[in-house]
């Protein structure tokens, strides 16, 4: 269970990062990164963050070059947020695929339903 600082830090840390993303995607028409979730450690020395990266098919290659250039998406958040948080957090950068279940499950529960209700029968009244 998250404590109420991880929660406030993680939210801070979700809102920079989103405004960072933000304007290095202005950069690269047809991109689009947001963080869906943070999660801080209790020890406050890590953060994970979770990416929602438009278009999907480019998602492994987006993430590669975010996680490359990590430690400057770093130095800037601790720019940013340096009269709130003594320490910046160490990043990590991972994909967000919950959307992408959710559209799967989706579509599955929709071929299961037209394959149920396939072509009904009349019925003899």
Known sequence: METTR???IARLLQKELSE???SETRKMPG????????????????ARAYLSIFPSDK???IL???QASARQIRYEMAQRVRFQLRKMPELSFF??????YAERIDELLKSDSTKSTGPSEPSAS
């Open 6 to 8: 991880q929660n406030k």
């Open 20 to 22: 960072v993303f933000l």
């Open 31 to 46: 991109v689009m990164v947001s963080v869906s979730v943070v999660r801080v450690s209790p020890d406050l020395s890590v």
């Open 59 to 61: 998602a492994e290659e």
């Open 64 to 66: 590669k070059s975010i």
């Open 95 to 100: 994909i967000d695929d919950s959307l992408d």
